[in-house]
């Protein structure tokens, strides 16, 4: 008996922590469209090289440090020329015919939301949602 009642008492916990934690996930947080459209992209082009939620990679550059308040890529259109032109010497490839210039200045609001901490890692809730 005592260990039915132990049983249910875990099952129940468990289950309230799942739908907890579930719940944060559906919820996410908030960002602007243009951000929100930069993490879409971001994750379907840079997140690979670039690592998950721009926390860094081995295989790449750190883009948190590159455009963080103190980095070298201080302005949206350095952001651009470098996507649309590639790094060749250091592996990343042109993304000229792969990317618009809508889909880079989205991209670039994503990752500088990240740098400037103001988006933390994580799906962000879709915009009106």
């Known amino acids: 008996m005592l260990v039915g009642r132990l049983l249910f008492v ?6 309230a922590l799942v739908e907890s934690v579930a719940g944060q996930g559906q919820k996410g947080f ?14 379907v082009h840079c997140a690979r090289c670039h690592g ?3 926390l860094g990679n081995p295989v790449a550059a750190d883009l948190l440090v590159l455009l963080g308040p103190k980095g070298p890529i201080d302005t949206e259109a350095k952001f651009a020329d470098i996507v649309t032109a590639g790094a060749p010497a250091s592996g990343m490839p042109s993304f000229k015919r792969v990317l618009s210039p809508e889909q880079i200045s989205a991209i670039y609001a ?3 939301g990240r740098a400037e901490k ?7 809730a879709p915009p009106g949602g």
Not at 10 to 15: F, P, Q, V
Not at 30 to 43: A, D, S
């Open 30 to 43: 908030k960002v602007t469209p243009l951000e929100y459209e930069g993490w879409r992209q971001y994750n």
């Open 110 to 112: 994503y990752i500088k």
């Open 10 to 15: 875990i099952t129940g916990l468990t289950a």
């Open 118 to 124: 103001r988006i933390p890692p994580g799906r962000p």
């Open 52 to 54: 998950q939620d721009v």
